[in-house]
């Protein structure tokens, strides 16, 4: 016989096992730094008045113990600032990094140091409130409409994220003193004194007590808003004052030591797999679970021999990446259907006369920007001093970007139509993240190697993504809720691969910004012919597949009944569209909003069918990366704009004003 009397204790129990179990790791790995530094007699003295002429003390005292306790501190505010957001939005996915939170944050600070230096300095935490609030607030817009529902509000994160990052990018290319911020937006916890954990330490405790206070009431609001209601509550003031407490505390914690993301994801949920729902408990047990985690983690990469010091927030992205897979994948959400099918689309159907009369404009712009530039005298309109020098120089770099917009746009078809929402992209698979990730290896490990084994890298690191998302999706029937999953996890993990290049300080990573980007600088005759066949292929090949891309959309049940093998056709079809992803990621870089945006844009000039949209994404797609390949050449002369990052550009405002502007 079970005991009631104890089974509702034992989650209690094993929850400060837990917690006890993080902390003495974490005060174990800290001790272990302190005693490289200094024999363990010496620990009271160095603490309390240290030497000034030895540099174990200094060391002691100035890095090793506050970067423990800014560690404890920051772990304990993040998780309290998760479990808020999970706890009003009511998605266990919720965090200051999936919300874009942390991202606007960083980016209002590295706006202001380099335009108002002197202001950010002793405004730090201002201005990062003021940034995350404002990508909240537009997280939070995005997926109004759909009632914050948790597939939305990681599509309207990654948005801001990937926005934020553009940005992010753009200013440090061209303020290149700016390259240390990528050790800072990766989440640093290295100490020279006490002065952080003097800010975070009264931060974090007022938050945390009012966090506690808010327990109650957001217990009643939980259940649902009319019980808040009938109580005397005020469920919008409750909401505003639990994500205004949460932005306070990210802001606080992104203005001392960065962007550390998920570990406000892992405490709560370890709580709720052990059966503590509680919101006080939550509040409670889970930022002392957090802050053991986060300082655990923060030492245990310290402890493991690197070339360079692995920045916190980038180990915890490492360890966050699977941790969101299996929350995600573990419960059962809905694929987001952003945009209703009738709200978009129009009356009539595109015809033959307006796709031909689409491309010939198409043809008659990529004629024109050939010839179009802009120098030190200003616009000239008759290319260069030779037309061989003209298309010599513009022809190549020009044809690979339209033949990467045109591999993306199909690619972005096939994605979309596979999992019936207007809003999937193609670079959510996780392929170009995983070909990234192999050349940017080449790059630092092998940088004289040809350009064939570029190729072969690429195609193996997307081989092996590939691989990676079949066996899962194998034991899901390809399900394309899985697979959306899945991609947004692999793309984490190489965001946080790449945070940890690039805060390495290798010379060479700068050098890989470009590419990274989506530049098409370094593109030859031979790459513009290679990349061309592959777009005209990757077109013909994609009309193999139009019965199933018209019938996929319409259900499961739909498609057994006329005869469609979903596991064939499902994996024929991410197969496809992961080869032209990765194709794509080898010809300019991983490319953000191309496979989008093409597909709608084509929706929306009214084709509704498979052929007819993959031929007029296939328009759209090339026009979208010629453009940006136009105004990236001539928007900062003499500096040039990468495509890619151009792309994002233009291509990340369209789809923020296509979200808010939906229907509900």
């Given amino acids: ?52 002429t030895n540099m174990g003390d200094l060391l002691l005292h100035y890095s090793i113990a506050p970067r423990f306790v800014a560690s404890l501190l920051v772990g304990a ?70 009632r914050f529902d948790p597939k939305t509000l990681l599509l309207a994160g990654l948005l801001v994220n990937l926005y934020a990052s553009a940005l992010n990018t753009l200013l440090i290319l061209y303020h290149g003193g700016l390259i240390r911020l990528f050790i800072w937006e990766s989440g640093s916890l290295a100490m020279q004194d006490w002065t952080l954990v003097r800010l975070l330490l009264p931060n974090v405790a007022v938050a945390w007590v009012a966090a506690l206070l808010l327990s109650r009431p957001l217990t009643l609001l939980a259940v649902s808003d009319g019980t808040a209601s009938s109580l005397g509550l005020s469920p919008s003031l409750l ?26 994801l892992a405490a709560p949920e370890i709580l709720r797999r052990l059966g503590n729902t509680s919101m006080r408990s939550q509040l409670l047990i889970a930022p002392l679970l957090g802050a053991g985690l986060l300082s655990a983690a923060d030492g245990l990469f310290q402890w493991i021999p690197t070339p360079a010091e692995v920045p916190a927030g980038a180990a915890m992205a490492l360890l966050g ?41 198409v043809i008659l712009f990529v004629m024109g920007s050939v010839f179009v530039g802009r120098g030190f005298q200003g616009w000239s309109f008759g290319g260069l001093h030779s037309l061989d020098a003209t298309l010599f120089w513009r022809g190549p770099r020009l044809i690979v970007a339209l033949s990467a917009g045109i591999m993306l746009a199909v690619s972005g078809v096939l994605v979309q139509r596979l999992t019936a929402n207007p809003m999937a992209s193609p670079e959510l698979l996780g392929i170009s993240s995983g070909a990234a990730l192999a050349v940017v290896a080449m790059a630092i490990f092998l940088p004289a190697a040809p350009r064939w084994m570029d190729a072969l890298a690429a195609g193996g690191g997307s081989l092996v993504v590939l691989l990676l998302t079949v066996a899962f999706g194998v034991r899901h029937a390809f399900s394309p809720q899985r697979i959306f999953v899945v991609g947004l996890s692999i793309a984490t993990f190489f965001s946080a691969v790449i945070s940890i290049l690039l805060a390495s300080g290798d010379p060479r990573m700068y050098g890989l910004l470009n590419w990274l980007s989506g530049s098409t600088y370094l593109a030859t005759p031979a790459d513009a012919c290679l990349f061309l066949v592959l777009a005209v292929a990757a077109v013909a090949v994609s009309t193999l597949v139009v019965r199933w891309l018209d019938i996929l959309p319409f259900g499961t049940e739909t498609a057994q009944a006329l005869g469609v093998s979903l596991l064939r056709s499902r994996l024929s079809i991410l197969l496809l569209a992961s080869v032209l992803v990765g194709a794509s990621v080898l ?27 993959l031929m007029v994404a296939t328009i759209f797609g090339g026009l979208l990366m010629a453009v940006a390949d136009f105004v990236g050449r001539v928007a900062f002369v003499p500096r040039q704009l990468p495509a890619g990052l151009a792309a994002t550009l233009i291509g990340g405002a369209y789809v923020i004003w296509l979200m808010r502007g939906r229907r509900g």
């Fill in 1 to 52: 016989m079970v005991d009631r009397k104890d089974s509702p204790q034992r989650p209690g129990r094993l929850l400060w096992a837990l917690c006890a179990l993080a902390w003495l790791a974490a005060i174990a790995l800290a001790l272990r730094s302190a005693a490289v530094a200094l024999p363990p007699s010496a620990w009271w003295s160095a603490l309390v008045d240290p030497d000034t």
């Fill in 77 to 146: 505010g993040l998780t309290v600032a998760a479990t808020l957001f999970q706890s009003v939005l009511r998605n266990p996915a919720a965090d200051s990094s999936t919300l874009g939170i942390s991202a606007g944050a960083f980016l209002a600070l590295s706006a202001c140091s380099v335009w108002l230096p002197a202001f950010v300095e002793g405004q730090r935490t201002l201005v990062a409130a003021l940034g995350g609030t404002a990508a909240g607030a537009l997280v939070l817009s995005l997926s109004w409409r759909s």
């Fill in 239 to 264: 909401r505003r004052l639990a994500v205004l407490t949460g932005i306070w505390l990210t802001a606080v914690c992104v203005a001392a030591v960065g962007v550390i993301g998920f570990v406000g």
């Fill in 321 to 361: 990446a699977p941790l969101l897979l299996w929350i995600s994948t573990r419960r059962e959400m809905r694929v987001p259907r952003i945009l209703e099918a009738d709200s978009t689309m129009p009356a009539k159907s595109a015809t033959p006369a307006s796709m031909t009369a689409l491309a010939c404009l």
């Fill in 587 to 613: 010809a300019a870089g991983p490319l953000s909003f191309v496979g989008l945006m093409a597909p709608h844009l084509a929706r929306i000039v009214g084709a509704r069918r498979a052929l007819p949209q």
